[in-house]
């Protein structure tokens, strides 16, 4: 299985401010996927990131709340934009591997908005 | 489309006994089925997957988890629980050959000792 950090691991951000956050793998992928967990919640898919082309996000996700780059096959940035308290979750970052249905998922961004 | 109902929210055994977290499943088309877990302040970590092979799917740390199709069922076992098993357990779903994953709400396994 890949090997897959995040950075922050956690921030206390205010409202209005923006935080990018990191996702390093150890190996080459091709898709990776970023994630939220509200708490005391389940995870929900917020998007795709494929290198080379523009991410895909799911119903309730815009570009605009959360733009995404994928520079290379080894890394990835989400932006969460214009924080609000509701923005205050876990975010993670996966990628596909063993298997093409598997994924492997980071340690996650623990996000604070006052 | 695919969801996943997670029976239990929580499930409290005591150290040595069986373990049983319960998940039902819908989809259209073949499903590919997870469990994940979740320790405290750690990441998800993969348990288990079940993707059209044998349907009784052996994972780590002792656990397995069987599909049945008729059921519509992928339930989580463990013959004897360790005070290490606590945290949430995850059931997902995804189509075979997609890649979207669709989490159940997670239970919540206490182990008492």
């Known amino acids: 299985s890949a090997v897959i950090s995040q950075k922050p691991s956690r921030d206390i951000c205010q409202r209005g401010t923006s935080l990018t956050i990191q996702c390093q793998v150890d190996s080459q992928v091709t898709m990776m996927f970023w994630y939220r967990q509200q708490p005391g919640q389940s995870l929900t898919l917020i998007a795709t990131a494929n290198q080379g082309s523009e991410a895909t996000y799911e119903s309730g996700f815009v570009i605009d709340k959360f733009p995404i780059s994928r520079p290379n096959l080894t890394f990835s940035t989400l932006t969460v934009s214009n924080m609000s308290p509701e923005d205050s979750s876990i975010y993670l970052c996966?990628?596909?591997?063993?298997?093409?249905?598997?994924?492997?998922f980071g340690p996650g961004t623990r996000l604070l908005v006052l | 489309a695919q969801s996943v109902t997670q029976l239990d929210s929580h499930v409290s055994v005591s150290e040595g006994t069986p373990v049983l977290l319960r998940c039902n499943y819908s989809?259209?088309?073949?499903?590919?089925l997870f469990w994940y877990v979740q320790h405290p302040n750690k990441g998800l970590q993969l348990l288990l997957k079940y993707t059209s092979a044998a349907t009784l799917v052996k994972g780590i740390n002792g656990f397995e988890a069987e599909f049945k199709k008729s059921e519509t069922s992928f339930h989580l076992t463990k013959p004897s629980a360790h005070m290490s098993d606590a945290a949430e357990y995850f059931c997902v779903v995804s189509e075979t050959g997609a890649n979207n994953l669709f989490f159940g709400t997670g239970t919540r396994l206490t182990v008492i000792p």
């Open positions: 989809s259209s088309y073949s499903p590919s």
């Open positions: 996966s990628v596909m591997g063993g298997g093409r249905e598997t994924q492997y």
